[in-house]
């Protein structure tokens, strides 16, 4: 067991090994980890010792600080790129060696399909295939797509789920809140988990260690997120500027589980230079059953519309082994039909649009568009709150625990507008809410962008707050002031 130093990862160094990649000998873990099984199960009520993060002040983990592609919205706060005092320079990728160079698409190729190919996949070995063809696939998103959140999808139509991203280097340390985004419920039939890393050894030897201890279906690699404190350590959408390393941490990966293994990259690194297209012909090779394309680049964040028409263009050039997985903007069923019709796409993946209207599964099931009532929106809060409470405890530090994660999604909820004050249906991801009258006085509260009134709304289910209490988002952005809204 990793956490009393007696972990190993046979199939992962002979992958690494196999592939010439040197191996420093046995993983351990550091003397103060005293971490216990029982706090890495799966099924069971989760302990108040663990949660997905720190509350009231402390810092959240890595893992906590990357969006994945999911939860920053437009107008991101300008401190997220700030360089933390503790951090290393930015990578100047002009000036990279060569594995991390920016490679034309034609080069990208050539180099990553040079070498044996069959060599790298000697290990591989036989896998069960996940059927992702017209499947409801909720993504894993940062800080808000928790396990209780999972429930609520779960209850609305979702089919396939996926954990919050995990740092590899983390999950190898033991560290408890860390594993705790692996959790599983049993209502997930489909499960799989999102880990994030820059280098094959720690990849391979995270994806072998997650497949022994924990009840997965699914390892999905995130080569998206556009965090500089992910990018900066040579991990997320920066393994698109390296493309050998990239290759090498999919093979041995790959090679180490027999579950199956998903990769999720964004359209490039830089506006304008998508490269996805360069490799997606020969990417199922390296061993990955399905890829999921973000129709953005690192660059834009979240400050353009997703391209649907280079994931369609895309998706053309895969492999027929290949899944492909379309994710960009989705927000209504209409958005879902017309790009399950215009490609070769399996599915579509589901981000923030189901932050900000859970329900959208429901929608896309149903094939229509629900004027959902407040009373109806409330119950499915009172719900997510009954879960969390299951989940991190109804002691004072579940209660609290409970709230912060509540108030963070209402930060996403309050920008739905119901149908019938829409005058053009159905409503746009990149719309801004305006200030408006609902039809009843929770419509009304519920639509505020006002964190007080989020916090009212958590009173309202959870009792009082503590004394002298204040929120404020994760992510200014999703919190549109007044002013921007007049």
Same mark, same amino acid.
């Given at each position: 067991?990793?956490?009393?130093?007696?972990?190993?990862?046979?199939?992962?160094?002979?992958?690494?090994?196999?592939?010439?990649?040197?191996?420093?000998?046995?993983?351990? &873990? $550091?003397? *103060?980890?005293?971490?216990?099984?029982?706090?890495?199960?799966?099924?069971?009520?989760? @302990?108040? #010792? =663990? !949660?997905?993060?720190?509350?009231?002040?402390?810092?959240?983990?890595?893992?906590?600080?990357?969006?994945?592609?999911?939860?920053?919205?437009?107008?991101?706060?300008?401190?997220?790129?700030?360089?933390?005092?503790?951090?290393?320079?930015?990578?100047?990728?002009?000036?990279?060696?060569?594995?991390?160079?920016?490679?034309?698409?034609?080069?990208?190729?050539?180099?990553?399909?040079?070498?044996?190919?069959?060599?790298?996949?000697?290990?591989?070995?036989?896998?069960?295939?996940?059927?992702?063809?017209?499947?409801?696939?909720? &993504? $894993?998103? *940062?800080?808000?797509?928790?396990?209780?959140?999972?429930?609520?999808?779960?209850?609305? @139509?979702? #089919? =396939? !789920?996926?954990?919050?991203?995990?740092?590899?280097?983390?999950?190898?340390?033991?560290?408890?809140?860390?594993?705790?985004?692996?959790?599983?419920?049993?209502?997930?039939?489909?499960?799989?988990?999102?880990?994030?890393?820059?280098?094959?050894?720690?990849?391979?030897?995270?994806?072998?260690?997650?497949?022994?201890?924990?009840?997965?279906?699914?390892?999905?690699?995130?080569?998206?997120?556009?965090?500089?404190?992910?990018?900066?350590?040579?991990?997320?959408?920066?393994?698109?500027?390296?493309?050998?390393?990239?290759?090498?941490?999919?093979?041995?990966?790959?090679?180490?589980?027999?579950?199956?293994?998903?990769?999720?990259?964004?359209?490039?690194?830089?506006?304008?230079?998508?490269?996805?297209?360069?490799?997606?012909?020969?990417?199922?090779?390296?061993?990955?059953?399905?890829?999921?394309?973000?129709?953005?680049?690192?660059?834009?964040?979240?400050?353009?519309?997703?391209?649907?028409?280079?994931?369609?263009?895309?998706?053309?050039?895969?492999?027929?082994?290949?899944?492909?997985?379309?994710?960009?903007?989705?927000?209504?069923?209409?958005?879902?039909?017309?790009?399950?019709?215009?490609?070769?796409?399996?599915?579509?993946?589901?981000?923030?649009?189901?932050?900000?209207?859970?329900?959208?599964?429901?929608?896309?099931?149903?094939?229509?568009?629900?004027?959902?009532?407040?009373?109806?929106?409330?119950?499915?809060?009172?719900?997510?709150?009954?879960?969390?409470?299951?989940?991190?405890?109804?002691?004072?530090?579940?209660?609290?625990?409970?709230?912060?994660?509540?108030?963070?999604?209402?930060?996403?909820?309050?920008?739905?507008?119901?149908?019938?004050?829409?005058?053009?249906?159905?409503?746009?991801?990149?719309?801004?809410?305006?200030?408006?009258?609902?039809?009843?006085?929770?419509?009304?509260?519920?639509?505020?962008?006002?964190?007080?009134?989020?916090?009212?709304?958590?009173?309202?289910?959870?009792?009082?707050?503590?004394?002298?209490?204040?929120?404020?988002?994760?992510?200014?952005?999703?919190?549109?002031?007044?002013?921007?809204?007049?």
């Amino acid at each position: 067991m990793l956490w009393k130093n007696q972990a190993t990862f046979l199939r992962a160094d002979a992958q690494l090994q196999s592939l010439g990649i040197t191996v420093k000998g046995k993983q351990k &873990a $550091p003397n *103060t980890i005293s971490m216990q099984a029982d706090e890495i199960a799966h099924d069971g009520k989760a @302990g108040n #010792d =663990i !949660t997905e993060t720190q509350v009231n002040g402390t810092e959240l983990s890595d893992a906590q600080q990357c969006d994945n592609q999911h939860t920053l919205e437009v107008g991101d706060d300008p401190h997220e790129d700030s360089t933390p005092a503790w951090k290393k320079t930015k990578t100047d990728f002009a000036h990279m060696p060569l594995d991390g160079e920016m490679l034309s698409p034609d080069s990208a190729t050539e180099i990553m399909g040079s070498g044996n190919d069959a060599e790298c996949r000697s290990t591989a070995r036989e896998k069960k295939l996940i059927d992702f063809r017209g499947k409801l696939y909720v &993504a $894993p998103l *940062t800080t808000v797509g928790n396990l209780p959140f999972r429930r609520v999808c779960k209850q609305l @139509g979702a #089919d =396939i !789920t996926c954990g919050e991203m995990a740092m590899c280097t983390n999950l190898l340390q033991g560290q408890a809140s860390e594993w705790a985004l692996l959790r599983r419920h049993h209502t997930e039939d489909v499960f799989g988990v999102q880990i994030c890393g820059a280098y094959p050894d720690t990849v391979a030897r995270t994806a072998e260690l997650i497949e022994r201890e924990s009840e997965i279906d699914f390892i999905d690699l995130n080569v998206g997120c556009p965090i500089d404190i992910v990018v900066n350590k040579g991990a997320g959408s920066c393994l698109l500027t390296k493309p050998l390393r990239f290759k090498q941490i999919v093979t041995a990966a790959s090679a180490s589980m027999d579950k199956p293994l998903t990769v999720k990259v964004r359209t490039g690194y830089f506006e304008g230079k998508n490269c996805i297209h360069s490799f997606i012909g020969e990417i199922h090779k390296w061993g990955i059953s399905a890829l999921t394309i973000h129709g953005r680049t690192r660059q834009q964040r979240y400050s353009k519309l997703a391209d649907w028409d280079y994931i369609y263009k895309t998706s053309l050039e895969a492999s027929e082994n290949l899944q492909v997985i379309g994710n960009g903007d989705i927000f209504s069923y209409t958005d879902w039909n017309e790009h399950m019709n215009s490609s070769r796409l399996s599915t579509c993946m589901l981000a923030r649009g189901v932050l900000i209207k859970p329900w959208l599964l429901t929608e896309i099931k149903e094939q229509r568009h629900w004027d959902i009532s407040s009373t109806e929106r409330f119950e499915i809060i009172k719900d997510y709150v009954r879960f969390g409470l299951q989940h991190w405890g109804s002691d004072s530090k579940g209660v609290e625990t409970t709230r912060y994660f509540l108030l963070e999604w209402l930060s996403y909820l309050h920008r739905y507008i119901p149908i019938g004050l829409l005058e053009v249906i159905p409503q746009k991801l990149n719309w801004r809410p305006p200030l408006y009258n609902g039809r009843n006085d929770l419509e009304t509260l519920m639509a505020s962008d006002s964190a007080a009134d989020w916090v009212r709304i958590s009173e309202m289910l959870l009792g009082p707050a503590p004394p002298n209490f204040s929120f404020t988002p994760r992510h200014k952005s999703n919190a549109y002031d007044r002013a921007d809204n007049g």
